[in-house]
């Protein structure tokens, strides 16, 4: 039997090494450098005859939820050796995984998943979702004048860590889903040898500036005859069309694209002509919901209302069963009821309605929500709607 357990330091380079290759890639930053930013006690390896042949982890952070924030598991590095696959090592690592989150308190978890078709069986749902566009710069232009009064001007890379945080911060304000990125990633964001590097691929800051102040940014990288959009945020409208219009109309590029962007994005709806704009959505981040009546005592609701949720869970028995939820624009007070349930949901399922991801109705009709009192689906709906649906713009 293999032995499950959590890595000591004199581990973690071979630890890495093994979750490199198990993804075949190669490790390609300096282990000592990733080193303090692991808690090993949150790490779980799996070994076999002294060797590591799976492992994951996950870091403790802050997630933004309907009307706050709550604490995440943000679970990473996770892998099993290609040579030990469909022995039941995933199983007994996500076991020991979540029963870890449980036992400390952390009512969610999250995670990036490599395939799409792996962590349903845990408990994980879709949510957030984002979009990959593409369109040719001959037919991007807007549908109307959308000149702002401020001035666009490139930031040094050297200078992102002063000036862009704050502006992500604002510009993600009230969106489910968001991560704040950690001061580290700042930090190799703006001392990336890319930005030494001659040749064509490098990275560009670009920020609009009004009376002094930042209120957007992008960065983007080239290569003819594509621009490629890593990130844009935005905190007005004017920046967000500056940004847009700066990224479309570089000389010597006839296309642009973005890679993750929100399915309420305004930006198709300032097109001329929006058919040209090519989209296609994929699954983002996923949840787990971990201890439902910590999760859902910890969101705020659109309305005032009470249901009680039967909550279907085959991976964490604590969930499972009849929870009377009371919902108010204030937050939620949930407690474990006998019966008397108004709809019945799949714990992957709550975690794409926590977020906003998917309405009750949608999923009712994918068979992952029954509604047992007439009407129920309709008042949770009205309950757990979003202003904002959510949006990871990027890792953890």
């Not at 093994?18 to 080193?35: C, F, I, K, Q, V």
């Not at 929100?262 to 058919?275: G, I, Q």
């Not at 069963?321 to 006998?338: A, H, I, K, N, Y």
């Not at 019966?339 to 399922?349: F, K, R, T």
Request: aromatic share 8%.
């Amino acid at each position: 039997m293999p032995e499950l357990r959590n890595i000591t330091p004199d581990e973690f380079e071979r630890w890495m090494s093994t979750e490199s290759r198990a993804h075949g890639n190669r490790l390609n930053h300096d282990p000592e450098h990733l080193r303090p930013r692991f808690d090993l006690g949150r790490s779980i390896a799996v070994f076999e005859d002294g060797q590591i042949v799976g492992g994951c982890h996950s870091h403790l952070l802050e997630m933004s939820i309907p009307g706050g924030t709550c604490a995440v598991a943000g679970v990473s590095n996770v892998e099993v050796q290609p040579t030990h696959t469909r022995r039941g090592i995933m199983t007994q690592m996500m076991r020991l995984q979540i029963d870890g989150i449980h036992e400390r308190g952390e009512p969610l978890a999250a995670l990036f998943a490599t395939e799409s078709g792996i962590y349903g069986r845990f408990g994980y749902g879709i949510g957030a979702i984002h979009e990959q566009w593409s369109i040719e710069k001959r037919h991007s232009g807007y549908d109307r004048r959308r000149d702002g009064p401020g001035r666009l001007e490139f930031v040094d890379p050297a200078d992102i860590l002063e000036k862009l945080p704050e502006v992500s911060r604002q510009g993600t304000r009230g969106r489910p889903a968001v991560f704040q990125r950690a001061m580290h990633h700042w930090e190799d964001a703006a001392n990336d040898p890319i930005h030494s590097q001659g040749g064509s691929g490098g990275v560009f800051y670009v920020a609009y500036v009004e009376d002094g102040r930042i209120d957007g940014y992008a960065s983007y990288r080239t290569q003819r005859p594509t621009v490629t959009v890593n990130e844009l945020v935005a905190t007005t409208r004017e920046a967000s069309a500056a940004l847009w219009r700066f990224c479309f109309d570089l000389d010597l590029y006839e296309r642009t694209e973005a890679a993750r962007r929100p399915v309420d994005d305004p930006l198709p709806w300032m097109l001329a002509d929006p058919r040209r704009l090519q989209r296609s959505a994929r699954d983002g981040l996923w949840v787990r919901v971990v201890d439902a009546r910590a999760a859902l005592e910890q969101r705020t609701y659109a309305s005032s209302d009470r249901l009680v949720l039967e909550i279907r869970d085959d991976f964490c028995d604590w969930n499972r069963g009849c929870w009377s939820l009371e919902m108010s624009p204030e937050g939620g007070d949930c407690r474990s009821v006998t019966g008397g349930a108004d709809l019945a949901i799949d714990v992957s399922a709550l975690a794409s309605v926590y977020l906003g991801a998917a309405s009750f109705g949608t999923l009712q009709q994918a068979g992952l929500v029954d509604e047992v009192t007439a009407g129920a689906i309709q008042r949770a709906d009205r309950a757990f709607a979003v202003p904002l649906m959510p949006w990871t713009p990027y890792n953890f």
